[in-house]
T-cell receptor, first 113, second 109 residues
């Protein structure tokens, strides 16, 4: 069966510090991978998605970046965090763009102070 | 622009029935999804509609009218564990999910 992991679960970082969040998927090959951010009481905002190694599409211009160094690994990074980067970060995967369902990881709660 | 509208919050009584509405305006349509999200947790998939009509899954049903840009999620025999946010999402012409802000459902005994 497929499993998706995210870490860390919670993170408190000062403004201006760097960020690295990792997501890995087990039990499947060549998944589509997604990074979302959810602000308190809001819907999910798509940040990045990837259909393969080294292929990253950005949906929203901001100080975040993403990389996919391996087939089942997706990393979200920032060189300098802003207060507005606080939120709940979710990684998700699907098999193909036409898949019926996205499967989510447990999420990372990021607080920038 | 693309827009998904759903009520911010609803309250219902344990054992009752509740209907959560969702209206959408998107560039293209490749299906509508309902997810459940408990506080502090990731969303979990509830239902998927791509054709007009009603899809039933146990206590939960989801309805779609593409001509009206409208869907609803119907929850029957409400239980306390159904207290959660319910997110409506539409897959657009680029096969990306556009998400509503979610409806927080409060169940009272």
């Amino acid at each position: 069966s497929q499993t998706i992991h995210q870490w860390p679960a919670t993170l408190v970082q000062p403004v201006g510090s760097p960020l690295s969040l990792e997501c890995t998927v087990e039990g499947t090959s060549n998944p589509n991978l997604y990074w979302y951010r959810q602000a308190a009481g809001r819907g999910l905002q798509l940040l990045f998605y990837s259909v393969g190694i080294g292929q990253i599409s950005s949906e929203v211009p901001q100080n975040l970046s993403a990389s996919r160094p391996q087939d089942r690994q997706f990393i979200l990074s920032s060189k300098k965090l802003l207060l507005s980067d606080s939120g709940f970060y979710l990684c998700a995967w699907t098999l193909g763009l036409e898949a019926d369902e996205q499967f989510f990881g447990p999420g990372t709660r990021l607080t920038v102070l | 622009g693309q827009n998904i509208d759903q009520p911010t919050e609803m309250t219902a009584t344990e054992g009752a029935i509740v209907q959560i509405n969702c209206t959408y305006q998107t560039s293209g349509f490749n299906g509508l999804f309902w997810y459940q999200q408990h506080a502090g947790e990731a969303p979990t998939f509830l239902s998927y509609n791509v054709l007009d009509g009603l899809e039933e899954k146990g206590r939960f049903s989801s309805f779609l009218s593409r001509s009206k840009g409208y869907s609803y999620l119907l929850l029957k025999e409400l239980q306390m564990k159904d207290s959660a946010s319910y997110l409506c999402a539409v897959k657009d012409s680029n096969y990306q999910l556009i998400w509503g802000a979610g409806t927080k459902l409060i169940i009272k005994p």
